[in-house]
């Protein structure tokens, strides 16, 4: 698999002992046509060792699967502030938007953008979520919501009511089910909780500034 790499990139993981860190890494520039340069960010940000799973063998991929839908995420996932002030909702909400390809390395594979203040309406109301998304792996929908403070009960509600409707009214038949991840404050990091049937599972953003 490696003849699909050029020089720069091999000779850029050939110093990594570690095999199952240097296949990781081959395979993210097969998956995702990484050059050099984005290749040693990668590896200076650690995005091997924030992966949430880690597989006990990691081999060379042959084709290019499907994976479960959290496998791809890790923990922290990294902003850079660039100088900028994060104190409320619309704040973080441009920061991730200005970093949409960098952020959506790190969510997983195949991530698209579709809208923020995303209109929605069901029956005479209408309703804005804070962004959506689509992945093209999962075949689905994902409702972002944001909030500069600690997570709430009622946010989950919210979130799984925005998927409802979303699955109502913008699901085709062949889509699969909506996901949702709540972006919330917790000190002075970021964590992106990710709803999917009845369960939250808390991932972090570190800011870097």
Known sequence: MCHRLSWTIIRTVLPIKDENKRNYYINLCIEN???????????????????????????IITSISVPAITENFKNPILLNLNGNKVENEKDLEKLIYSQLSYVFMQLGNDFTWVGNQYKISDGNKNYYIDMLLYNINYNSYVVVEIKCRSLKK??????????????????????????????TKEQDKFVANFVKSEKLVPLTYELVK
Do not use: C, W
């Open 154 to 183: 009622e946010d989950k509600g919210q979130t799984e009511f925005y998927m409802t409707i979303v699955d109502k009214y913008k699901k085709r038949a062949n889509n699969n089910p909506t996901i949702g991840i709540i972006i």
């Open 33 to 59: 046509s990484l050059s050099k340069r984005d290749l040693e960010r990668e590896i200076q940000s650690n995005l091997y060792e924030r992966l949430e799973h880690k597989p006990d063998k990691v081999d």
